[in-house]
């Protein structure tokens, strides 16, 4: 097994905070940022570390130039050459198109077949109980800056499968390759799990039951996630929630199934149902609000259809009534579901006509 030649050092510009920053970056980000400016450091990259990251957004940005970074000297090194960003994005909007995430990883594995030995090899294991993620990145040599950058990736699989089904993925466990750390607190909180550092490989673990979660994304909330993919890792749980919440209660509406309630998301969530009510408050909703939102974005989209009439639309997401449902829309909207759509349309023609008038001139 490969063996880190140095002990990472907390570096003390790092971990210093400002009043009233403390706590945010020393119990979050800053035992990562740490490990990442030590690698930095070795490598006789020190461009950032006079202006280390005071904020989640800072780091955020941070974290993804460093790991370009280092990929880029570890490419130049080792003659690997690493995924483009148009590749990454590419494999991400296919394992979009899947029904599962089990189809999912079987996707990603198959587009990382296409580019081997660019994008390592994606493997998949199952027994009675348990699912195993395995990622090798097929490099000719392991050292401690690569070993860095292949945990990135691996935690880029872990968030892209957990935003598919929008929802957590409960691991079981972590192996973050061959490499000893004696300090693996980074990793426990960039995973929120137990890890395994010094064995064999990448890989998650965690139930199989978990591989039949349906892939509840659409193409139209890509371009947000994957804006700071894979970096975006301490934003606030609460917040995170929501997105969750608004993400399932879309999926049962798309899919013509009854919204959940606040009872099921929560143990489907894993969490009380008074947590669940708390973390929402905490990122400013609820989970009235989120359900608003849902059935007004989805009353949009059918209402643009012009098959669609208003009463086939109040069944569809669940009103009592076609009554009841022009009620809803008229607070959300101020107009009818009629006249929203009459509206709506006239704008659209609108706009086509000055488009090809003015194509024209």
């Known amino acids: 097994m490969a063996r880190a030649r140095r002990k990472s050092r907390p570096l003390e510009s790092l971990a210093r905070t400002h009043p009233g920053q403390r706590g945010l970056a020393s119990d979050a980000f800053a035992p990562l940022v740490d490990l990442l400016a030590a690698e930095l450091k070795h490598s006789g990259d020190v461009a ?3 202006r280390p990251p005071r904020s989640l957004a800072q780091f955020t940005a941070w974290y993804l130039s460093t790991i370009q970074r280092l990929e880029a000297r570890l490419s130049e090194a080792q003659r690997h050459r690493p995924m483009a960003r148009s590749e990454v994005e590419l494999q991400c909007r296919l394992a979009l198109s899947a029904g599962t995430l089990e189809e999912a990883v079987q996707l990603c594995a198959q587009f990382a077949a296409l580019l081997s030995p660019r994008a390592g090899r994606i493997g998949l294991e199952v027994d009675s109980e348990r699912a195993t993620f395995r990622l090798d990145s097929l490099r000719p040599r392991v050292t401690s800056a690569s070993s860095l950058v292949d945990i990135t990736g691996l935690f880029a699989y872990f968030q892209l499968l957990q935003w598919l089904a929008g929802r957590n993925l409960p691991l079981q466990r972590v192996r973050i390759g061959p490499v000893r750390r004696e300090d693996v607190l980074p990793f426990l909180r960039l995973f929120q799990a137990p890890v395994l550092a010094g064995g064999e490989g990448y890989a998650l673990d965690f139930p199989l039951e978990a591989l039949a979660l349906p892939v509840v ?4 909330e890509f371009p947000a996630f994957f804006t700071n993919f894979p970096c975006d890792v301490f934003g606030p749980r609460g917040r995170a929630l929501a997105e969750q919440v608004s ?6 509406l798309r899919q013509g199934a009854a919204l959940p309630s606040q009872a099921q998301l929560a ?3 894993g969490l009380s149902l008074s947590t669940f009510r708390q973390r929402l408050h905490a990122a400013g909703t609820g989970y009235r609000a989120l359900r608003e939102e ?3 974005g989805a009353a949009h989209r ?3 259809q012009a098959d669609a009439s208003v009463g086939d639309i109040s ?3 669940g009103f009592a009534d076609a009554a009841t449902f022009r009620r809803a829309f008229r607070r959300w909207e101020g107009v009818t579901p009629g006249a929203w759509r009459t509206q709506r349309i006239a704008g659209g023609t609108a706009a086509g006509s000055a488009g090809g008038h003015s194509a024209g001139q």
Do not use: I, M
């Open 217 to 220: 994304r659409t193409p139209a």
């Open 294 to 296: 849902a059935l007004r």
């Open 48 to 50: 950032d570390l006079r």
């Open 267 to 269: 143990g489907g969530l």
């Open 247 to 252: 993400a399932l209660l879309a999926a049962a």
């Open 302 to 304: 059918a209402l643009l």
């Open 315 to 317: 069944q569809q997401l």
